[in-house]
């Protein structure tokens, strides 16, 4: 697909976006589009950023590193989200790059973080990912499970957690996970701030701002199918 269509594709989706919030009563910029640009290359990625778009999502490392640090050397005021599963030996690379992590969700990846936003100096916003699917070959930690993991990571590991993040199961509707999702993240705030929620792709990011999504991920509807 043209460049251009990516970033008429981009302002409908924002279009969208501000339609289901209305629908809901809530205002359009309490929702952080996240473009996500994994597979396009740093040409395609472009065009969107000139268009004012400024969050992006990535799911691996090291494609993020080869694409991102020329883009955010030139755009100081990009915002780069990991979407994607973190091993703990790219624990360095990932606080170096990246702003946002939304794939917390082993005990070893979250003492590796902080030990290396500590070693930076560096604090990035984090999410924990969990698996309301309770899916065995996805990652995230299990629903019952989110208070416990949520303790070790602010007592033991001194992290502010700023939101959950889910991705539902491919063959059920969403708006179930969604509301799961939403559940756990009124009964985990900390000291009553509540936490963030981010859920909705490009199929279901209208249901997931009926239920509450504070950050959407949208690959394909505005880059275009995945080679
Ligand atoms: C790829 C991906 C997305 C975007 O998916 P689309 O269906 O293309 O919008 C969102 N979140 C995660 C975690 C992803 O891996």
Redesign the pocket.
């Given at each position: 697909m043209s460049e251009a269509g990516a970033t008429d594709r981009m302002q409908s989706v924002r279009k969208q976006m501000a339609e289901a919030c209305r629908e809901v009563d809530r205002p359009p910029d309490g929702v952080c589009l996240i473009a996500?640009s994994?597979t396009f290359p740093t040409e395609a990625i472009a065009p969107v950023i000139a268009a004012g778009q400024r969050h992006f999502?990535e799911?691996r490392v090291q494609e993020a590193q080869q694409k991102w640090p020329g883009l955010k050397a030139q755009h100081t005021d990009v915002t780069l989200h990991l979407?994607?599963p973190l091993q703990s030996n790219k624990a360095k690379d990932a606080v170096g790059l990246f702003d946002v992590i939304h794939s917390v969700d082993r005990r070893k990846i979250a003492s590796a973080l902080a030990r290396e936003m500590a070693e930076q100096g560096r604090t990035l916003e984090l999410f924990v990912q969990v698996n309301t699917g309770e899916e065995p070959q996805k990652a995230g930690v299990a629903p019952l499970e989110v208070p416990d993991f949520l303790a070790f990571c602010r007592q033991e590991c001194g992290l502010e957690i700023a939101g959950l993040m889910c991705?539902p199961p491919v063959d059920e509707a969403p708006a179930v996970h969604f509301a799961l999702l939403r559940k756990l993240a009124d009964e985990n705030g900390d000291e009553g701030r509540p936490l963030a929620l981010s859920m909705g792709?490009?199929?279901d990011y209208d249901v997931a701002v009926q239920f509450g999504a504070t950050h959407i991920?949208?690959?394909?509807?505005i880059f275009g199918p995945r080679g």
């Open positions: 996500v994994k999502g799911n979407l994607g991705i792709m490009s199929a991920r949208v690959g394909s509807a």
